[in-house]
């Protein structure tokens, strides 16, 4: 979804911005012109964000739609996940948002409330777009009050990735159901043995916290603000900082100077919470051995997990809707797509690319395997509502969660700030 490790936001796609001009794609998006000739064909604008690669797979993609459909032309743009939103919200403010974008949860309400997303039942009335032929629950991310404002292309799920060689050193084996208390002393084992701090710096991660708070029969957003209160966070960042200041989690100042590697694949801490797909990173990056392992647990059994995903949405304001979910409904459900994706956005989300792509590598068939575990062991649970304004919000506690962890401000400033941050974001 679509949005929390932001490691992958903040670095990886850093790249994607330099490479869009040498690939030309970014100047093809241009704003106006037509987008219609004499001749019956259509051109409609698809924007996401992602790298190089991702960018060089969907227009792989985009030709074998416009082989299908030759009177549909489409013109693309991708950035880096900062630009593209900055881009889409002046593209959105004018008037003038793409025809179909990548899009992801934190943003549904947000859009939606401001009148830029199509609700695509419409199109899946008119027989343009199926919600068929599915992965059990991923098209429910994607509905906001009965309305299906997007369309999953893939889903993941939080999971702990960890330095096997390290956590082996350490004699240390992760286990399905264990406490937080066990994973915290398994991160005090490792620091003691291998002189490396044990994680690098879960207390910052929303969609994190948001699993720990499910754990414990709250969450981090209701539909309408915070499903949390002052005590809760400060108790989750005085812990966190206090695990700092004993060298159990890299300092966060290290954190920053390791990027754009992860302070994981860069040596500096055991292991790191974040979405299960995001795992091909860290083999690319470092020169360990990494892996999966569960999410720890309060009660030892309900991890809080839940499927999330990133999804293709469309403009409420194009000119070409029938096109737009043709478009959606290939790239979401024909099975040469799914091979040439693969799980760059996620385990593809549709039956049909699901069956039809088949991971070569170690690491995406460690990725599947793990999130079939997952499904099958019957702890995952439904997403909850992400209000508008939770894209800043997400940001805010990324940020102040850092800042504290470095000494900049003190775990009670950091909670006062957060709290008015994300007041003022959901009244934005």
Known sequence: MGTSRNVERRTILKAAGASAAALGLAATAGCGGESGSGDGTVTIRYSWWGAEERAKRINQSIALFEKKYPKIKVKTDFQTYQSFWEK????????????????????????DKRGILLDLKSQVDAGNLSLDHFRAGVTKVGEVDGKQLGVPVGSNTMALV??????????????AGWTWDEYFKALKTIHDRTKVPGDTGYFSIMYLY????????????????LGFDKA???????????????GIVTDPKVVQQDMPKSSLSAGHGASEFTWDNFTVRYSAEGSSTYGLAPIPTTDGKHTGQYLASLMLSASARTAHPKEVAQFIDFMVHDPAVGRIMGYDRGILAGTEQYAAF?????????????????????????????PSGAD?????????????????????????????????????
């Not at 720990?212 to 981090?220: S, T």
């Not at 108790?235 to 900082?241: C, N, P, R, T, V």
């Open 88 to 111: 889409f919200q002046t593209q959105a403010a004018g008037g003038n948002p793409p025809d179909v974008f990548q899009n992801a949860v934190g943003f549904l309400r947000k859009y």
């Open 162 to 175: 960890i330095d096997k060689k390290v956590f082996e050193k350490a004699g240390v084996e992760p286990r």
């Open 210 to 225: 948001d699993l720990y708070l499910r754990q414990n029969g709250k969450a981090f957003f209701t539909k309408d603000g």
């Open 232 to 246: 809760d966070l400060t108790e989750w960042w005085q812990d966190g900082y206090n695990r700092v200041k004993a």
């Open 358 to 386: 088949r991971p070569a590598d170690a690491v995406s068939k460690e990725i599947a395997q793990y999130e079939a575990d997952t499904a099958k062991s019957g702890v995952l649970g439904t997403i909850t509502p992400h």
């Open 392 to 428: 800043t919000v997400e940001a805010s506690f990324l940020r102040l969660g850092g800042d504290l962890g470095q000494g900049k401000t003190k775990v009670a400033d950091a909670v006062k700030q957060f709290f008015t941050e994300a007041e003022a974001a959901f009244q934005a």
